[in-house]
């Protein structure tokens, strides 16, 4: 079995970005870009379930996300980076070199070796799980009001959630909105207090306690919600045209426990301000180690820092 100099997990924005820097080095990446699913642990990352991006720099007039991970993917194939629409099951990076699993994580041989690795495997929004909540996004429902709020000028909006970022991105929408709801399925919020006062004295947010969105209306857009009061059973509708889930997000880091440094709530810990990993020569980039700002172009920009302490530190590695 060959040994790879690096191989780049996952095809995000990060991943991708990876992939272009260490192709144009001559270090012929391969990248497991990961495999269909509805969810957004997929090949091209959250940007594969998002209608137009405006905010991607170099774009005048937006790109639909699909269409922009189409091309960070086929940029990336043309400087020679191999790309296998695979996913990691298991890796091993007790020893170098470092030893990746697709497949059966069973199998006793690894699939892949090599000298480096990066991580870029995303993140992805926890969703309500609603019938039709996948299909409308990027149809009236999102999980980002910095990359969609614009879309929602002068509409009546609700957000889904009890902590600080329901709270910063129901202050945040309403820029655009002309009503922002929060509806909480608990009467107190999780959102830290001086967040809490910001939003309570917010006259254009609005509050529904104790509870949850159990249907979302509409085929092709969204044209309404029904609601339940959790401690009445009782339901009702709400006439809205937008709704940002806000209940946090999880890291795709499953497979890296017990083998890199990771927070209580799974995020790959690096070594700020570099991508390093507490395991030398594995590199993290992207929202698999972000939690503040999430945005493609800043999982663009440490994908291209992962690639240059990658490339770096193999050097050093030859030396
Ligand atoms: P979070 O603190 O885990 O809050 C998630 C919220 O969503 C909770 O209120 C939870 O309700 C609710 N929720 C969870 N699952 C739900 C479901 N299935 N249906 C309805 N509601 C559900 O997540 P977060 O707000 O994304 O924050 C994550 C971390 O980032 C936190 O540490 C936060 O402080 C930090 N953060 C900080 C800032 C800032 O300081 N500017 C901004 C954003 C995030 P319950 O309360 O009932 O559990």
């Known amino acids: 079995m060959s040994v790879h100099e690096v191989i780049i997990l996952g095809s995000g924005p990060a991943g991708l970005t990876a992939a272009i820097y260490t192709a144009r080095a001559s270090l012929q990446p391969l ?9 957004s642990d997929q090949p091209g990352g959250q940007l594969m379930l998002t209608t137009e991006v405006e905010n991607f720099p170099g774009f005048q007039d937006g790109i639909m996300g699909p269409e922009l991970m189409m ?4 940029q990336a194939a043309r400087f020679g980076a191999k790309i296998e629409t695979v996913k990691a099951t298991r ?19 690894p699939t ?23 299909e409308l996004i990027g149809h009236g429902v999102s999980t980002c009001a910095t990359c969609d709020g614009f879309f929602f000028r002068d509409h009546d909006i609700v957000v889904v959630g009890g902590g600080d970022s329901a709270i910063e991105e129901a202050s945040f929408l309403t820029k655009f909105a002309s009503t922002v709801t929060i509806v909480h399925r608990r009467d107190e919020l999780r959102a830290s207090k001086i967040m809490q006062e910001r939003a309570f004295a917010n006259p254009k947010i609005k509050f529904i306690w104790d509870t949850e969105v159990k249907e979302l ?15 009445t059973g009782e339901r009702s509708d709400l006439d ?13 880091t499953d497979i890296f426990k017990g083998q890199v440094a990771m927070k209580d709530n799974g995020y790959l810990i690096t070594e700020a301000p570099s991508t390093r990993t507490s395991v030398e ?15 493609a172009i800043t999982a663009a920009g440490s994908g291209c820092a992962a690639a240059i302490d990658a490339e770096r530190w193999l050097e050093a590695q030859h030396s």
Do not use: C
Not at 281 to 295: I, K, L
């Open 217 to 231: 209306k509409g085929a092709d857009k969204l044209e309404g919600l029904v609601i339940e009061n959790r401690k």
């Open 31 to 39: 990248v497991l870009e990961g495999e269909p699913s509805s969810t």
């Open 71 to 74: 091309n960070f993917r086929g």
């Open 240 to 252: 809205v045209t937008g709704l940002f889930v806000a209940i946090g997000h999880r890291p795709n």
């Open 281 to 295: 020569g594995v590199f993290a980039s992207g929202d698999v180690q972000d939690e503040t700002y999430r945005q």
């Open 112 to 134: 892949y070796t090599a000298k480096s690795i990066i991580i870029s495997t995303g993140a992805q929004s926890l969703m309500l799980n609603l019938e039709n909540e996948t």
């Open 91 to 109: 890796v091993d990076f007790s020893e170098r070199p470092f030893k990746v699993w697709v497949g059966d994580p069973e199998a006793a041989e």
